[in-house]
């Protein structure tokens, strides 16, 4: 199957610092990435599709200056959380999708980054 | 309303038994259709999709009712090893994907 790696897997910063999330596709070229944020025993929340060469497409109530998203290859999507704080301490996920006029229409999530802003 | 809605369970049951799960879509243009797992502080894992004829892997059964907007999961002989959230999602337009909340499966033995 299709593997997506993320990198850190778990970081924990000071208040005010930026902190920078890699996602790359490793066995496949993604068209298409999701960042997704989930707190604890809640839902996956969607926060923005990037699409490669494209500006990211953030969700309702998403700051984008906040939440810095790159997609500049078709294997690395990049999500920054500039001047964290600690109600940015969450799990974050990125997930890679192929292309969808090529028929797929699946997504593959990394393995999260745990955040943890002090 | 909201756009995927699934019962959060949990749903408790015997190793062995058979249960079954219901996701229900809002949106009656959307795309493709997806059974995710999700074990605790884990990422989702693709458990497989779900088409209109319906479709079978081992002992899960995912169906489609587009007249009704629902899709479901069944599994067959539970395993303690299926104890899980089961995510629901549901392409819409673009292919944007939205997820369910989740159902929560724990097999005992």
């Known amino acids: 199957g299709a593997v997506v790696s993320q990198h850190p897997s778990w970081v924990i910063c000071k208040s005010g610092t930026s902190v920078k999330i890699e996602c790359r596709s490793l066995?496949?070229?993604?068209?298409?990435m999701f960042w997704y944020r989930q707190f604890p025993k809640q839902s996956l929340m969607l926060m923005a599709t990037?699409?490669?060469?494209?500006?990211?497409?953030?969700e309702q109530g998403v700051e984008k200056d906040k939440f810095l998203i790159n997609h500049a290859s078709l294997t690395l999507s990049t999500l920054t959380v500039t001047s964290a704080h600690p109600e940015d301490s969450s799990f974050y996920i990125c997930?890679?999708?192929?292309?969808?006029?090529?028929?797929?229409?699946?997504?593959?999530f990394g393995p999260g980054t745990r955040l943890t802003v002090t | 309303r909201k756009e995927v809605e699934q019962d959060p369970g949990p749903f408790n049951v015997p190793e062995g038994a058979t249960v079954a799960f219901n996701c229900t879509y809002s949106n009656s243009a959307s795309q493709s259709f997806f059974w995710y797992r999700q074990d605790c502080r884990k990422e989702p894992k693709l458990l497989m999709s779900v088409y209109s004829s319906g479709n079978e892997d081992g002992r899960f059964t995912a169906q489609l009712n587009r007249a009704s907007q629902y899709i479901s999961l069944l599994i067959r002989d539970s395993k303690l090893s299926d104890s899980a959230t089961y995510l629901c999602?549901?392409?819409?337009?673009?292919?944007?994907?939205?997820f369910g909340r989740g159902t929560s499966l724990i097999v005992h033995p």
């Open positions: 999602v549901v392409n819409g337009g673009s292919y944007i994907p939205t």
């Open positions: 066995d496949f070229q993604a068209t298409t």
């Open positions: 997930s890679a999708r192929g292309g969808v006029s090529g028929g797929a229409l699946e997504q593959y």
């Open positions: 990037s699409n490669e060469g494209s500006k990211a497409t953030y």
